[in-house]
């Protein structure tokens, strides 16, 4: 019987050229600032983390549901984190038609639709690597979990006091975004030896308030604004005239594949936006059993007799770190009229 996955286009080394060579379908604006550093240790993840700081009783997870509360056991499940794997599992249909094929046009066009498939899966191995950067830049903390090995740990980063502030939404009138940034960016040169953060970034829906702000109109056109709309080339000329960085959008998400169902994860809060430095730590990238202990992703076809079935798995033991935790603040801008700013914990 003819095996899809021994098709020449489906060997592993061919699939190993391809998911290397093949050009990524979208941006992750968070890789640049977590650049790749290979190691030959994965366990060097858990050492940055533990000595940048895992802020003291905000461990929660699990390992096959077993609870996780303290940071011994991080480790043990980090390393299992590490391993990002995805399948594509051919299904019966497929290797019926393979098998059963006309001509090779037939096999060559469900070896093009498993190719774009696999391509897939290497894409949401980069997916899942800026979800974990996210949630480190976005939220201060480390979260991540793999639904179908019940495996899941969470923890707060130690971030700077004042690094987590909050202040009043951004559609109300008597709040001033301009203020509230300009505010936060002195702050952030107080803790960075006086280096003002590379980015602002925040989510459409967060830049959409600030456009509406009666105040900013104001900053821009003059007391005769009136609901004038803002226009972002205006916009960003004011932030660069009072020293803000331009605005960046994230309104990224990554999908996580789920016991029951696909799980979407949104990167960037609306009403939270993030100062960051352009250096923020690395990506680190280990050996691989299943890539002879090389670096970098790898691609295995495996095949079953019990039931019977094929499946090609891309994969990749890698795990982003933060090390420049000085190097982020974040604002929560949602308080109504009746509340006081105050900075978090």
């Not at 998911?19 to 050492?47: G, H, M, W």
């Not at 303290?70 to 990002?84: E, P, R, T, Y």
């Amino acid at each position: 019987m003819p095996l899809i996955t021994e098709h020449e286009n489906l060997q592993t080394p061919t699939l190993q050229a391809f998911i290397e060579n093949a050009p990524a379908q979208s941006s992750r604006r968070l890789s640049n600032a977590f650049p790749t550093e290979k190691v030959f240790d994965i366990n060097v993840a858990y050492n940055v983390i533990d000595s940048t700081g895992i802020k003291a009783g905000s461990i929660i997870g699990f390992d096959a549901a077993t609870p996780l509360r303290k940071k011994g056991d991080i480790q043990q499940v980090l390393a299992k984190l590490s391993k990002i794997a995805h399948a594509y599992h051919y299904t019966e249909e497929e290797m019926y038609r393979y098998k059963n094929s006309r001509n090779s046009a037939e096999q060559d066009a469900l070896v093009q639709n498993a190719l774009l498939s696999i391509a897939d899966l290497s894409e949401g191995i980069e997916d899942t690597k800026e979800l974990i950067r996210a949630n480190m830049v976005y939220r201060g903390v480390f979260d991540y979990e793999d639904p179908k090995s019940e495996v899941k740990i969470q923890f707060d980063l130690d971030l700077p006091d004042e690094a987590k502030t909050t202040a009043g939404d951004f559609s109300r009138a008597d709040v001033n975004p301009l203020e509230v940034l300009m505010n936060e960016v002195e702050k952030y040169k107080e803790r960075n030896n006086g280096q003002a953060p590379a980015y602002v970034v925040m989510n459409s829906k967060t830049l959409a308030k600030i456009k509406r702000n009666p105040n900013v109109a104001t900053d821009l056109y003059g007391s005769e604004a009136g609901n004038k709309i803002v226009r972002q080339s205006d916009l960003d000329t004011l932030f660069t005239d009072i020293g803000l960085p331009k605005v960046e959008i994230d309104d990224a998400q990554t999908i996580i594949e789920g016991i029951t169902g696909d799980i979407v994860k949104k990167h960037l809060d609306d009403d939270v936006v993030v100062l960051h430095a352009a250096n923020l730590g690395n990506t680190l990238s280990g050996p691989a059993a299943d890539n002879n202990f090389a670096n970098g992703k790898y691609v295995v076809s495996v095949v079953s007799q019990d039931p019977v079935g094929e499946k090609t798995i891309v994969g990749e033991v890698a795990m982003p770190v933060l090390k420049n935790i000085k190097g982020i603040s974040i604002i929560t801008a949602n308080e109504t009229s009746d509340e006081e700013e105050v900075p978090e914990g």
